[in-house]
Structures are given as structure tokens and as C-alpha cells.
Antibody, heavy 123, light 108 residues
Framework: EVQLVESGGGLVRPGRSVRLSCTASGFTFSDYTISWFRQAPGKGLEWVGFIRSETFGGTVEYAASVKDRFNISRDDSKSIAYLQMSSLKTEDTAVYHC??????????????WGQGTLVTVSS | EIVLTQSPGTLSLSPGERATLSCRASQTVTNNYLAWYQQKPGQAPRLLIYGASSRATGIPDRISGSGSGTDFTLTISRLEPGDFAVYYCQRYGYIPITFGQGTRLEIK
């Protein structure tokens, strides 16, 4: 069974940093692009960014709203993807979900999602 | 950036009725790279439809997707209690990935 479990969320002060982890199981992690999405309280879904499989260079893409502040990486030996978030703003407050793309080389559709981890940015 | 606009914002129907949800794109969705997701409170999104009309694994055939170009529709025939949720359309395959603002399907 495919499983994705996020961790690392919590209360963070504005301007500070936090790293989220997405631990995967039940599939060959290295074969897939992994995306991060977020959902602010009571709001809709927003794409944050993704990292392609190493077959496609492990390259990353980001939404304009987080580019230059967020960084996505992966450790295929541990089946974990990371979302390093820096210079956090109150508007980054959201539940962050990781998800497995149907493709190795970029964004396909997303069949498997983690339950999410809440990041609250507040002073 | 392609903007997806979903309508209506809220749809109130009774179990057994038919639901028709719309997703309109500001530009042509190339290759019909359009997906639909269902989300219930406190849960992760669940993929229903990809490629505008292909059902995901385990999705019953009373749920269907149609459309092309800029206009897409999700149809749920014979609503069941578990269908009442929020539905999102998503354009994938190109950067940025975008979502519609969602349609809330509520029990009348």
C-alpha cells in the first residue's frame, strides 16, 4: 500500500525556518516526482513545488509565491522528500501535503497524498 | 498562468439526485491535462478523474468527467451520502500547477 507521511510542522515565528519531511513507503520512491501542496485554513489547494526523479535530474520547480524562499530535496536511500521553508510569512500558514505524481519527469496527476502537517506562522 | 474557475461555488442537492460541476479555464488546457479531486473535512484530496475523463482506480462509474479545451464538467449521478464534499479541478502537466477554487456539494 502506498503511504506518504508528513512531519515537522508546528508553530514558527515569522522570518524563521522549518523543514518538513515526507516519508514514503509501498512503492519505489526513486521512480516518481514528489510534489508539495498546501491548504491555508478554510481555503483551497495550492501547489508549492515538486522535485523530479533522479532519472530526470532531480530538478525542482516552484510556485512563484515561494520561489527563493522554499527548497525541495530528496533522499532516495531513505525514501524521504524534504521541504525547507525559510523567511516564513504569516500567509504561509497552512496544512502542507506531499503527494506522488503519476510521472517520473514532472507533474502528472496525483493518486496518493499524505494527510498533511500543519505549519502555523505567528509571533 | 491558467486560471481555473469553478461553478457553482456551492451546490445543494439531495441523495439520489444528479450533480453537475463546472470548471472553466482561462486558456486551452493542453492535452486535456485536467483532473478532479474530492476532499472531505480533515482529509487529503482524493483523485477522481484525470485526463479530463479517465476514472482513477476504484472510482465508481456513476462519477464521470467530460470536456475539452476550456470547459470541463464533473458529473455525479445518483448522489450518495459520501459524495457530499468539496471538489477541485486541477490543471497539471505544466508549470504552474493550478487549482480551481472548489465547489462545495452539500446536502439539501
Amino acid at each position: 500500500e502506498v503511504q506518504l507521511v508528513e512531519s515537522g510542522g508546528g508553530l514558527v515565528r515569522p522570518g524563521r525556518s522549518v523543514r518538513l519531511s515526507c516519508t514514503a513507503s509501498g512503492f519505489t520512491f526513486s521512480d516518481y516526482t514528489i510534489s508539495w501542496f498546501r491548504q491555508a485554513p478554510g481555503k483551497g489547494l495550492e501547489w508549492v513545488g515538486f522535485i523530479r526523479s533522479e532519472t530526470f535530474g532531480g530538478t525542482v520547480e516552484y510556485a512563484a509565491s515561494v520561489k527563493d524562499r522554499f527548497n525541495i530535496s530528496r533522499d532516495d536511500s531513505k525514501s524521504i522528500a524534504y521541504l525547507q521553508m525559510s523567511s516564513l510569512k504569516t500567509e504561509d500558514t497552512a496544512v502542507y501535503h506531499c503527494s506522488r505524481s503519476s510521472k517520473a519527469g514532472g507533474s502528472g496527476w496525483y493518486t496518493s497524498w499524505g494527510q498533511g502537517t500543519l505549519v502555523t506562522v505567528s509571533s | 498562468e491558467i486560471v481555473l474557475t469553478q461553478s457553482p461555488g456551492t451546490l445543494s442537492l439531495s441523495p439520489g439526485e444528479r450533480a453537475t460541476l463546472s470548471c472553466r479555464a482561462s486558456q486551452t488546457v493542453t492535452n486535456n491535462y485536467l483532473a478532479w479531486y474530492q476532499q472531505k473535512p480533515g482529509q487529503a484530496p482524493r483523485l477522481l478523474i484525470y485526463g479530463a475523463s479517465s476514472r482513477a482506480t476504484g472510482i465508481p462509474d456513476r462519477i464521470s468527467g467530460s470536456g475539452s479545451g476550456t470547459d470541463f464538467t464533473l458529473t455525479i449521478s445518483r448522489l450518495e451520502p459520501g459524495d457530499f464534499a468539496v471538489y477541485y479541478c486541477q490543471r497539471y502537466g505544466y508549470i504552474p500547477i493550478t487549482f480551481g477554487q472548489g465547489t462545495r456539494l452539500e446536502i439539501k
